[in-house]
């Protein structure tokens, strides 16, 4: 999401620095016209050393996105620890705005309806993503009370372009009659742009210590999967039963302690798509002005980026 959010700023004409990680593929951030600049998470000296003195916002997007239990040491290092260093480089650089991306997870499993007055059940979740996410908030909320001008954005499943690793996944399995079966939940979903133009919007928004969910187009995983499988010309694979999913996550993870290879179906990440869940995004819509876009619209923008892209 973060070249959607560059992207965005150049076409506004505003100078982005954007931090990297030692050896990341960084070309599309050189077309955008990025400035770029060397730092790790867990390097404060250099990520306050990168930005700009009383830089006018950073946006804070850099997160572990695993869901694999052996993955949680690393998960702590960069969704808290990483979180926490560039909150200090934002108050020691004077930042005079701080937009922190974070996730509808940080809220917790379980919920029916996600509302920015949820409470939430993240700090208790043995899910190390869900945990660490809530954990990074509290960062952000510390930064606050020292002085920092943030807001916390929390967005549901994005789908748009620059996407290969995440939603577009799902596209390849497909189209390699590699996805076994189709989950049974559902879930709430967001198109890139709008979630990187409230990004923007947030800036300019001087309400300090708000929340802000994206989300409200839902659908059930099968009816993402008959989408997808319409744009390929594929058929998507039967519904899968929630107990198999849950079973085979669990061996998965047993396996994997042996393999040390994180697998894709994990506990965690099979109790998601196993879950029904909606965020309600009003206060979003009221105060950012945050769009629905139509699942299909959001999945065909996908599709004909990855196909322009010659990825499909």
């Not at 998960?75 to 974070?102: D, M, P, Y």
């Not at 849950?246 to 396996?255: A, M, R, S």
């Not at 909606?278 to 819509?285: G, I, L, M, N, Q």
Request: proline letters at 4%; one cysteine or more.
């Amino acid at each position: 999401m973060g070249l959607n959010l560059v992207a965005l700023l150049r076409e506004q004409g505003v100078r982005v620095v954007a931090v990297h990680r030692k050896g990341s593929d960084t070309r599309r951030l050189v077309e955008l016209g990025a400035e770029l600049v060397q730092s790790e998470l867990d390097d404060g000296g250099a990520l306050a050393a990168a930005m700009p003195d009383e830089v006018d916002a950073v946006f804070h997007m850099a997160g572990d996105l695993s869901w694999w239990k052996l993955h949680e040491k690393e998960q702590e290092r960069v969704n808290v620890g990483g979180t926490r260093n560039v909150v200090q480089a934002a108050l020691t650089r004077r930042a005079k705005r701080f937009i922190h991306t974070s996730s509808v997870a940080a809220y917790g499993l379980g919920h029916a309806v996600v509302t920015e007055r949820t409470p939430s059940t993240a700090a208790r979740s043995p899910i190390g993503y869900v945990r660490t996410k809530w954990l990074g908030e509290r960062e952000v909320d510390q930064g606050i009370a020292r002085g920092l001008s943030a807001v916390i954005l929390n967005p549901a499943n994005i789908m748009g372009a620059y996407d290969t690793r995440s939603w577009a996944r799902l596209f390849f399995l497909l189209r390699d009659r590699k996805l076994p079966g189709v989950p049974p939940g559902s879930a709430s979903y967001c198109h890139a742009r709008e979630v990187v133009k409230s990004l923007v919007e947030a800036v300019t928004r001087r309400r300090t210590g708000e929340r802000y969910l994206l989300g409200g187009t839902d659908a059930t995983y099968a009816e993402v999967a008959v989408i997808m499988g319409e744009l390929l010309g594929v058929e998507p694979p039967r519904p899968v039963p929630a107990l198999v999913l849950k079973t085979l996550g669990q061996i998965n993870e047993w396996v994997s302690h042996v393999t040390r290879k994180e697998p894709d179906v994990t506990r965690g990440n099979a109790e998601l798509v196993c879950s029904r869940w909606s965020v309600d995004p009003s206060k979003a819509e009221k105060e950012l002005g945050f769009r629905r876009v139509p699942l299909r619209q959001m999945i065909e923008d996908s599709f004909q980026w990855l196909k322009r892209e010659k990825l499909l």
